[in-house]
């Protein structure tokens, strides 16, 4: 992996053992480091302040049947995060991408084309990915959807969050003052 290769070479530079750390967790495929850091908050486990939930496919290719393409006009869709076994979908609505009216005409395309296929989409924004206790409903609702029990057994779960949480979200937060 080129980031293990990147990282290895800046041995001693500070952040760069933490985040040798974590590239096994990292999944090729994300299109942003906010992808990155959801699939994290999901998907490491307990002892790292993650929910312990099931790696999705990043920004996997769906190719539409004919008829949804007649129908829709659309031939293809790359969900954000995709579990198929689950026909579960995950996409992070970011302020930057996801508005503006036509911007929401194509989300919402997109959603219905996704129903008409049978997958449930979860919508993560910014506002909710910032909000631990919204983020963390999000991840529930995920969790029971995928048939995932979450079921930390450690006293120590939500100071692990919050140490993940400040670990990967702090260069993208807000400095407060």
């Known amino acids: ?13 500070n952040g760069a053992k933490p985040a040798r750390r974590l590239t096994p967790y990292v999944l090729a495929g994300a299109a942003s480091p906010r992808e990155t ?26 190719d539409l049947p004919a008829h949804v393409q007649r129908l829709t006009g659309n031939s293809v869709l790359f969900p954000d995060l995709f579990w198929p076994d689950k026909n579960i979908a995950v996409e992070y609505d970011s302020d930057k991408w996801h508005t503006g ?37 999000t991840a529930r609702i995920l969790s029971r959807r995928l048939r995932h029990r979450i079921h930390p057994r450690s006293e120590e779960f939500d100071s ?12 993208l937060l807000p400095v407060q003052k």
Not at 39 to 61: D, Q, S
Not at 112 to 133: A, P
């Open 101 to 137: 009216s036509s911007r929401i005409a194509n989300d919402a395309r997109r959603r219905n084309i996704l129903v008409h296929l049978g997958i449930t989409e979860i919508c993560v924004t910014k506002r909710q990915f910032n909000d631990l206790i919204a983020f963390d409903k």
């Open 160 to 171: 692990r969050q919050m140490k993940l949480r400040k670990k990967l979200l702090a260069p």
């Open 37 to 62: 850091q959801l699939v994290l908050h999901l998907c490491l486990p307990y002892r790292m302040g993650g929910y312990g939930i099931a790696y999705p496919e990043l920004n996997p290719r769906i």
């Open 1 to 13: 992996m080129k980031i293990n290769q990147m990282l290895t070479r800046m041995t001693g530079l």
